[in-house]
């Protein structure tokens, strides 16, 4: 949940709805573990439950935090488990206990409902790390008094991450060993949280619909899709929205000047400053192209390093920011290396300089296998930087394939994912960026599209209340 603990999207999201919903009058509390990201006291101490998850005696301490009215998010503190570097692991893979750490912290969560008597109209629990949240509801307290018949509502962020374990694990999670069984946690042999939010919530939720189409088969499902197919009547695509106080060109507070869809003279002055950042050369007329992603297999970026002696002979820029796959960073270092003063790489996390990026290219890059939302080409438009993209997931919800003679589209789309589809579509951005009259009408459709939350969070509202009404 940003700004405390942030990955991707899941961040941004977790950061942004839950300030809609409160915007529209509900009172939410968010719960996340004290990571060791997130300084400590986090907020004001307001106790400790006791938290049965394997054979330790352990508790849960709790620090909450006013972000504003109805809205509260309470930081869940164990250090043996969250006071660590990384979120999920570190640099040599997962962390070994991750099944206990996120046991934990959802049953923490549920011991503190309990113990408050503060019943939720409903649970919104994300991806695997909480899919035993809903398992445990099941489990323990379906006759509890305060917690009983509250319904969860899952969502699905990236279908990819499931949380596999050893069966052996539900012993000392104080589960019954019933729930290995192929119908509940079973995953060839071991057991998985994802198919547990998937099959004991009472609404799924993705965040597009097309990629809600898309989990349901073989080609996008990791092996779920049949677990996903058996909620297809619970199952809703609910686009994520942008939050525009962060991510708006007119008051972006990290770049070198402000801008809107009238008045382009602030991005100019961006790319400057971005073309100076990176040590490339000033030349404003060369389109500039932006990378800012999670680095791994998902996002195609092994496309652009395999079409790296045609993209060096074209006349573009390009700066890259991003963590990831060794061979992933190789390939786009190598970019650096063949051409210095055209290509520039950060291997880093920086969010200020993801807004710079937004706002100083021209065109933004995300050639996705699969992009269960993507935020990135979504706060690209808004700053007038015109997204390149694979039509999947959000990627294929959100951007329009630019036709200059209906003077319609916002970006550019290509169907398969391999060179010759990646070339096409930068093929096409570059034919349209070589005539300014068009280039400014696509600009001007990006600028003005509008992704915010209020509509999203109405389509959760309605999600909430099926949930609601189906437990
Ligand atoms: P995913 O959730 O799969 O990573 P999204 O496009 O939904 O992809 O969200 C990515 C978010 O993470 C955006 O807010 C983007 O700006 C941010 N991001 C990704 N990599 C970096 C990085 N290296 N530094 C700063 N922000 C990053």
């Known amino acids: 949940m940003a700004p405390w603990a942030k990955t991707g999207g899941l961040a941004d999201v977790s950061a942004a709805l839950p300030k809609a919903l409160a915007a529209r009058g509900h009172e ?3 719960f996340l573990p004290r990571y060791g990201s997130i300084a400590f006291p986090p907020g004001r101490f307001i106790g400790s439950v006791h938290v049965p998850v394997d054979a330790l005696h352990r508790s849960a301490g709790f620090y909450e935090r006013e972000l504003g009215p109805n809205l509260r998010v ?17 640099p040599g893979g997962d962390y070994g206990d991750n099944a206990f750490r996120f046991a934990f912290f959802c049953r923490a969560v549920i011991e503190f409902c309990r113990s408050r008597g503060y019943r939720p109209d409903a649970f919104h629990a994300h991806d695997w790390q909480t899919g035993l949240l809903p398992v445990y509801l099941k489990a323990f307290y379906p006759d509890d008094p305060t917690l009983y018949r509250v319904p969860t509502v899952f969502t699905v962020h990236n279908l990819a991450y499931q949380g596999h374990f050893s069966a052996a694990t539900l012993g000392p999670l104080g589960l019954p060993d019933s729930l290995a069984s192929e119908d509940a946690l079973d995953w060839k042999g071991n057991i ?8 004991f919530s009472e609404v799924v939720t993705t965040v597009s619909p097309t990629y809600a189409r898309e989990i349901q088969t073989a080609e996008f499902g990791h092996g779920l899709e049949s677990v996903v197919r058996s909620r297809a009547d619970d199952l809703v695509g609910i686009l994520n929205g942008v939050d525009y106080e962060e991510w708006d060109p007119r008051h972006d507070r990290h770049i070198a000047a402000p801008f809107d869809e009238t ?7 961006c790319k400057r400053a971005l073309l100076a950042e990176f040590g490339l050369a000033a030349e404003p007329e060369a389109p500039l192209i932006g990378i800012i992603s999670r680095l791994v297999h998902q996002k195609g970026f092994d496309l652009v390093t395999e079409a790296m002696e045609a993209l060096l002979a074209r006349p573009i820029r390009m700066v890259a920011l991003g963590t990831g796959e060794p061979d992933v960073e190789a390939g786009l270092r190598e970019f650096m290396r063949r051409d210095p003063r055209r290509f ?17 290219c021209d065109m933004i890059l995300m050639p996705s296998r699969f992009e269960p939302c993507g935020l990135t080409q979504m706060y690209s438009m808004r700053y007038g930087t015109i997204p390149i993209v694979r039509a999947t997931g959000g990627l294929a919800d959100t ?4 036709d200059p003679k209906r003077r319609k589209g916002t970006g550019f789309v290509f169907e398969h994912a391999d060179t010759t589809g990646l070339l096409w579509a930068i093929d096409e951005a570059l034919s349209a960026w070589a005539k300014p009259g068009p280039w400014t009408v696509l600009m001007q459709n990006a600028m003005s599209r509008d992704f915010s939350w209020a509509l999203s969070a109405e ?5 909430y209340s099926h949930a609601q009404n189906s437990i």
Do not use: N, W
């Not at 503190?77 to 999920?88: A, S």
């Not at 998985?192 to 099959?199: A, E, F, P, Q, R």
């Not at 520039?344 to 100083?360: K, N, T």
């Open 192 to 199: 998985c949280y994802m198919k547990g939010g998937l099959l």
């Open 459 to 463: 389509r959760y509202e309605a999600v």
């Open 263 to 269: 008045d382009h003279t602030g991005k100019a002055a």
């Open 344 to 360: 520039g790489v950060r291997f880093q996390y920086d969010s200020g300089l993801a807004h710079r990026i937004e706002a100083g």
């Open 28 to 30: 939410v509390t968010c």
């Open 74 to 90: 309470i930081f869940v503190e164990h250090p043996p488990f969250f006071d660590r570097p990384g979120f999920y692991g570190d």
């Open 399 to 402: 951007v329009e394939h630019f």
